[in-house]
């Protein structure tokens, strides 16, 4: 059972444009979702996390919009870079849980 | 400060060999994660542990399957009698405190079993 559905698969995007990744999710225990960026041959990486009681966070060029009601969050790269162009994973955890449930993983090509 | 440790980065086993693999945390971290990435797949978790315990193996397969963190040393994924679906990309996490937010990944073991 996919705790965590992230769609979509594979996303290309134009340098310097937006890319929208999506995440929903079952469990209203869930109160930690964070965003992982994973380069081919690395572990993932941290990029930006959030928690329910904001419905946005921004760091530079990467925002997380989180919609409580609708049990969805999304990551938006803004002025997207070739070297944006990795695989990111959603994720989510709740108070008291071991550990992190990931979506399936989105793979972003962005191009000149 | 080196991040997490994980080696050997490659691994090639026959079926029916054995596969350690080994994970060294951050310095001062005490807590580690294991999590197996099968292909085109998110990552799944297997099992927590804290020096010298396991606290939560609910996602480890009940074969075959073991792992340790021992008082001195790396934690130890260690899969007995290996099979094909076996192969993945096993990823080592840890974190000072229990806290999941703050897992450090390492850059994972790529198991391929012939």
């Known amino acids: 059972q996919q705790q965590v559905k992230q769609s979509p698969q594979s996303l290309i995007v134009q340098k310097g444009g937006i890319s929208i990744i999506n995440c929903a999710y079952e469990n209203t225990a869930f109160d930690y979702f964070p965003w992982y960026q994973q380069f081919p041959g690395k572990g993932p990486a941290l990029l930006i996390a959030?928690?329910?009681?904001?419905s946005e966070k921004k760091e530079g060029r990467f925002t997380i919009s989180f919609n409580k009601s609708a049990k969805q969050f999304s990551l938006h790269i803004m002025d997207s870079q070739p070297g944006d162009s990795a695989t990111y994973f959603c994720?989510?955890?709740?108070?008291?849980?071991?550990?992190?449930?990931f979506g399936t993983g989105t793979r972003l090509t962005v191009i000149p | 400060n080196a991040g997490v440790m994980q080696n050997p980065r490659h691994l090639v086993r026959r079926r029916g060999q054995e596969a350690r693999l080994r994970c060294s945390p951050m310095?001062?971290?005490?807590?580690v994660y294991w999590y197996r990435q099968l292909p085109e797949e998110g990552l799944k978790f297997m099992v927590y542990l804290q020096k010298e315990n396991i606290i939560d193996e609910s996602g480890m397969p009940k074969e075959r399957f073991s792992a340790e963190f021992p008082k001195e040393g790396p934690s130890i994924l260690r899969i007995q009698q290996v099979v094909r679906g076996d192969s993945a990309a096993y990823f080592c996490?840890?974190?000072?405190?229990?806290?999941?937010?703050?897992?450090?990944f390492g850059p994972g073991t790529r198991l391929t079993v012939l």
């Open positions: 996490a840890s974190s000072p405190g229990r806290a999941v937010g703050e897992q450090f």
């Open positions: 959030i928690r329910p009681d904001v």
């Open positions: 310095k001062g971290h005490s807590h």
């Open positions: 994720a989510a955890s709740g108070a008291g849980a071991n550990n992190l449930f």
